[in-house]
Structure formats: structure tokens, C-alpha cells
């Protein structure tokens, strides 16, 4: 069983910042592409940014530039850096992994989702 446990979160003014983790426990052969992904109120779950394992990535367009993703492959953790977050910014984030249990089989793995409020 494998596990995705996010922190961080929580309330912040316009303009401030916010540091997300997620780490993934349990039986772990290896992790390609990790990210997070956000849904805010009546809003469709949308990419935020993803890494893969050689580092590569990826941003969606509305954070470029302002929220930064990184990983620790041996930690088997993925760190979401945002600045000058807007209320617009407003979601529960989601850690998702794409995870290997064993050399052939490979899942989606989700965390809970940790909740990021941007009001003043």
C-alpha cells in the first residue's frame, strides 16, 4: 500500500507566500512523475505543476512564474514553493505520483489534499 501525505497549506494574505510537501511512503519500487494538482470552490481540478524523475517540468499557465516545484528522489518527496499568491490561488491542492509497486505495475497514486486560502 502506498501512501501520499501533503503539508503545509493554510491562510496567507495576497501577495504572501506558501510552502507545500507530500511524501510517499509504503511500497515503493520507484516514482516517475510527481506533481500537485488543485481544485478550487466550483472550479474542475486543474494542473498545477509536475517533475519527473530526471527533472523535467512542467507548469500550468496560470503560476508560471510564481510557484516553483522540486523534488527529492531519495526522499521520495516533491516541495511546491509559491509566491505572490492571489485569491484566484484559492483550492485544495492535490499531491499525485505515478507510482511503480513493482517493475511492471504502475498506478496513480493521490494524497488528500491539503486546503490554500489566499484572502486578506
Known amino acids: 500500500q502506498v501512501q501520499l501525505v501533503e503539508s503545509g497549506g493554510g491562510l496567507v494574505q495576497p501577495g504572501g507566500s506558501l510552502s507545500l510537501s507530500c511524501a510517499a511512503s509504503g511500497r515503493i519500487f520507484r516514482i516517475n512523475t510527481m506533481g500537485w494538482y488543485r481544485q478550487g470552490p466550483g472550479k474542475e481540478r486543474e494542473l498545477v505543476a509536475t517533475?519527473?524523475?530526471?527533472?523535467?517540468?512542467t507548469y500550468g499557465d496560470s503560476v508560471k512564474n510564481r510557484f516553483t516545484i522540486s523534488r527529492d528522489n531519495a526522499k521520495n518527496t516533491v516541495h511546491l514553493q509559491m509566491n505572490s499568491l492571489e485569491p484566484e490561488d484559492t483550492a485544495v491542492y492535490y499531491c499525485?505520483?505515478?507510482?511503480?509497486?513493482?517493475?511492471?505495475?504502475?498506478?496513480?497514486?493521490w494524497g488528500r489534499g491539503t486546503q490554500v486560502t489566499v484572502s486578506s
Open positions: 499525485n505520483a505515478a507510482i511503480y509497486s513493482s517493475p511492471l505495475y504502475r498506478f496513480d497514486a
Open positions: 517533475i519527473t524523475s530526471g527533472g523535467s517540468i
